[in-house]
């Protein structure tokens, strides 16, 4: 399974041209304000965006958005939540593997016990990614998902995603930690002024 990307621009950045293989992670970094964000909205299709994107050959132009949304989990910055409670964000008949992941992400157990207003901003997004995760994607679009990390949370994050890796996903992850690039990513790319260049 191949992500492929063709010409993918809007206004504002692109186009852009990118492939990555199943079971491969390509590492974005680049400055703030460069596009990385706006990118990786554009190839969940959450942004207006022209060009051609596949995966396994399947256009996404020949799928619903909600369909492609399903087999491409982007997991912003600041994960959005539409209830009070942690727990109306997740499916009850999930509730077991969720609790596994927030356990190798280091949560606390009584994380599904909370208010979101109570959760620090790394506990929301370690839920965010969580949230991704249960919908096994075939796709990952990471953006700082260890942004408000410590070093032992941030690396259980990391070994979460080889694993995915492992089962053959795709990964592209927006990172400012250069040194957390060069652990997981098999190509770094650099955005600069809308645009993706080799490091
Ligand atoms: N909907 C929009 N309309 C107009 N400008 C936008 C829109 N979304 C983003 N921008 C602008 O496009 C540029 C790229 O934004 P983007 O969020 O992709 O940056 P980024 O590289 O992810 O930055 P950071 O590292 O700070 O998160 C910024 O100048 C931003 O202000």
């Not at 993918?8 to 990118?18: E, I, K, S, T």
């Not at 995760?133 to 990952?140: H, R, Y």
Request: charged share 25%.
């Amino acid at each position: 399974m191949t992500l492929s990307i063709e010409g993918l621009r809007n206004a504002l950045v692109g186009p852009f041209d990118l492939r990555v293989e199943a079971g491969r992670c390509t590492a974005i970094v680049g400055a703030s304000g460069s596009g990385k964000s706006l990118f990786l909205r554009m190839v969940a299709d959450l942004d207006v965006n022209e060009g051609a994107v596949s995966l396994a050959g399947d256009d996404r132009a020949a799928i619903s958005a909600p369909a492609w949304r399903r087999r491409v989990g982007l997991v912003p910055a600041q994960p959005g939540w539409w209830g009070e409670s942690v727990a109306e964000h997740f499916d009850a008949d999930l509730r077991t593997r969720a609790a596994e992941l927030a356990d190798a992400l280091r949560l606390p157990a009584d994380i599904f016990a909370r208010q979101i207003f109570q959760l620090s901003t790394g506990e929301r997004q370690r839920l965010g990614l969580i949230r991704a995760m249960l919908a096994d994607p075939d796709v990952l679009l990471l953006d700082e998902p260890t942004g408000s990390l410590d070093p032992e949370a941030t690396l259980a994050v990391e070994a979460l995603l080889r694993e995915r890796l492992e089962a053959g996903v795709v990964a592209i992850v927006v990172t400012h930690d250069t040194a957390q690039a060069a652990r997981l990513a098999h190509t770094v790319l650099r955005m600069e002024a809308g645009r993706l260049a080799p490091l």
